[in-house]
């Protein structure tokens, strides 16, 4: 059995799959001020009356690193950059304490200009004096060389609690990225660790001695284990748990947009031939662009609980979420309360529900009836219009899919799959105001979590060889070994599988579920005068997002087979 658990804005939905389907399908209230309750609640219903022996594997998804960083609840943190001549690190500058050193690296990975370790001490004295813990530490081209940043580790090591260096977060070579991406996983490192540990204990108490993982924003998982070191990865995991949880209903050979419709927020993405766009250069949030990779998404503030109000006596939908809809307890009208109206909707209070969008009703000099069917129909064109943008924003560039760039393709979906709480609902009203053929996939509740459930373990090793200085390595997996002139284009790639084979174990991941590619693959030769000197051989690989291969199964059978979906 396998436990999948998703953390939304609104609902926390936890279900409990076995080889034949989905067995129990929960969603828990999100408490945004106690999200680790939230979660271990979820858990302990998924839990009750089940033999701890039979579940095998628990993967979770969250919001709660994006949120912090979104909300601006993160704590100061050092950062530490040097990139010599050439270029002014202050450019990049991320947070107050950012403090550009020198020493440098050119970009064979030769040193042009060592680290001055008083410089680095005084450092790690004003740090240590402002109460500053956490601290990232970057050089330009340390993915070529990371000898200076672990210099600089060394050094500040008992100065503060955690350092994160740029060439362990990310091997690719873009120094404004890389300073963000790792500025950011020290941000977010206290959260995600207090989040590790609350899970951890709680399902330590309640025997669970399982294999842990967490959704990534590129819809793959890692072990929850190693996520300590690279809590950046689960950022914007939630949107990647409604893609994976609709890959399996997609058809083939087609493009199709896929909507998550929250209470909070809607989640849009697109999948071509079941292979989901792919943003490639990394996430952009909360102002800085990183190295993160992640699927293609576009979240908006409109969702079944957002605000409904007027101005001028024109609607106003969102992008604010007060509270639930007034049908389930909440104090202001939102487009669920509309939905109840329009469908007459028994199971909640319908009178409240009524009563939300009578007010709106006297607002805008229509019946109760035809405002519902405004605020419905609003809800509805203002996603449309959000999903076609995004088309068009995607059409704009070159498009990527996770496994390869599509030259020259555009994009031009025919198809929506919706998921959500509301899903068959919108779907069939979607498609009556639209060119869309859309439609609820199975599941649609707890569609996310399911995606989470079934994500593969997925990441990616980079390579380099210089075979005029008779070096092999992969700083981000701590490698390196000497070689001759002699070294090949295909030894580089056979040495790249191996490493990624090793770490994709060591995160987590099955050996059945080991689909490797290669994404990069190039060699130039190196010339001095009118002489070769050697070779510059590139290799990046990746094991392919996708779903686990001995669940495949649970996608066709979604309809519970035991206790059902109910809500806590």
Same mark, same amino acid.
Request: hydrophobic letters at 40%; aromatic letters at 6%; one cysteine or more.
């Given at each position: ?10 609902? !926390? ?5 076995? /080889? ?6 929960? /969603?828990?209230? @999100? #408490? ?65 304490? *950012?403090? @550009?050193? %020198? ?7 030769? !040193?042009? =200009? ?7 001490? =005084? ?16 050089? /330009? ?52 660790? &207090? ?16 294999? +842990? ?20 990865? !689960? ?63 576009? %979240? ?15 609607? /106003? ?10 049908? *389930? ?6 487009? @669920? ?36 069917? &405004? ?9 449309? %219009?959000?999903?076609? &943008? ?10 990527? @899919?996770?496994?390869? $760039? ?22 069939? *009203? ?6 869309? #053929? ?29 075979? %005029? ?11 390196? =070994? ?8 295909? #030894?580089?790639?056979?040495?790249? *599988? ?15 579920? $080991? ?21 510059? +051989? ?13 669940? =495949? ?16």
């Amino acid at each position: 059995m396998i436990i999948g658990l998703d953390v939304g804005g609104t609902h !926390t939905d936890v279900v409990l799959l076995d /080889k034949q389907g989905l067995i129990r399908g929960i /969603k828990v209230h @999100t #408490d945004a001020s106690d999200l680790f309750s939230t979660v271990l609640l979820g858990l302990e219903k998924i839990t009750q009356n089940v033999d701890p022996d039979l579940i095998k594997r628990v993967v979770l998804s969250t919001t709660l690193t994006t949120n912090s960083i979104v909300q601006g609840k993160t704590p100061e943190v050092g950062m530490i950059v040097s990139s010599g001549p050439g270029i002014d690190p202050d450019l990049y500058k991320t947070n107050p304490h *950012y403090f @550009t050193v %020198s020493g440098s690296i050119d970009h064979q990975g030769r !040193t042009i =200009e060592p680290i001055d370790h008083n410089e680095i001490r =005084e450092i790690g004295k004003q740090l240590k004096a402002d109460g500053i813990k956490l601290a990232g530490v970057v050089g /330009k081209f340390s993915a070529r060389n990371p000898s200076h940043e672990m210099e600089i580790n060394q050094i500040l090591a008992d100065d503060l609690d955690h350092i994160f260096l740029g060439h362990r977060v990310s091997g690719n070579l873009n120094f404004p990225r890389r300073i963000a991406t790792t500025f950011l996983n020290a941000s977010v490192y206290p959260t995600h660790k &207090n989040f590790f540990q609350a899970v951890k204990q709680s399902l330590d108490k309640k025997g669970l001695k399982v294999p +842990i993982h967490i959704l990534k924003a590129d819809g793959g998982t890692m072990s929850f284990a190693s996520s300590i070191d690279f809590p950046g990865q !689960t950022i914007l995991s939630g949107p990647a748990a409604s893609v994976m949880g609709a890959i399996a209903f997609a058809p083939p050979d087609e493009d199709v947009i896929v909507m998550d419709i929250g209470g909070t927020t809607t989640d849009i993405a697109v999948l071509i031939n079941q292979a989901p766009l792919l943003d490639p250069l990394g996430i952009e949030l909360g102002g800085y662009k990183t190295l993160i990779r992640s699927l293609k998404t576009r %979240s908006i503030a409109i969702g079944g609980d957002s605000r409904v109000q007027t101005s001028n006596g024109d609607l /106003k939908i969102g992008p604010e979420r007060l509270d639930f809809a007034m049908a *389930y307890g909440g104090k202001s009208p939102t487009p @669920t309360d509309a939905l109840v109206v329009i469908e007459n909707i028994q199971n909640c209070d319908m009178n409240r529900a009524r009563a939300g969008i009578e007010s709106i009703a006297m607002e805008t000099g229509t019946s109760i009836e035809e405002t519902a069917l &405004n605020i419905f129909d609003q809800t509805c064109q203002n996603i449309l %219009s959000e999903a076609r &943008n995004m088309i068009t924003e995607v059409n704009s560039k070159p498009v990527y @899919t996770v496994h390869e $760039l599509q030259e020259g393709y555009r994009v031009n979906p025919k198809k929506i799959l919706v998921l959500g709480g509301p899903a068959p609902y919108f779907a069939r *009203y979607l498609e009556k105001i639209s060119e869309f #053929d859309v439609r609820a996939i199975p599941g649609w509740k707890v569609a996310n979590a399911i995606g989470a459930a079934l994500a593969r373990t997925t990441c990616e090793v980079t390579l380099f060889a210089d075979t %005029s200085r008779g070096i092999l390595m992969a700083p981000e997996e701590k490698f390196e =070994e000497s070689i001759t002139k002699e070294f090949l284009r295909e #030894d580089a790639v056979n040495k790249a *599988y191996d490493l990624l084979k090793q770490k994709a174990i060591e995160k987590g991941a099955s050996t059945e579920d $080991l689909e490797m590619e290669l994404l990069e693959d190039l060699q130039f030769n190196m010339v001095r005068g009118f002489s070769t000197i050697g070779k510059n +051989i590139r290799i990046k690989a990746q094991v392919k997002p996708g779903l686990i291969h001995r669940y =495949e199964s649970v996608a066709q059978n979604m309809s519970p087979h035991s206790s059902g979906s109910d809500e806590g």
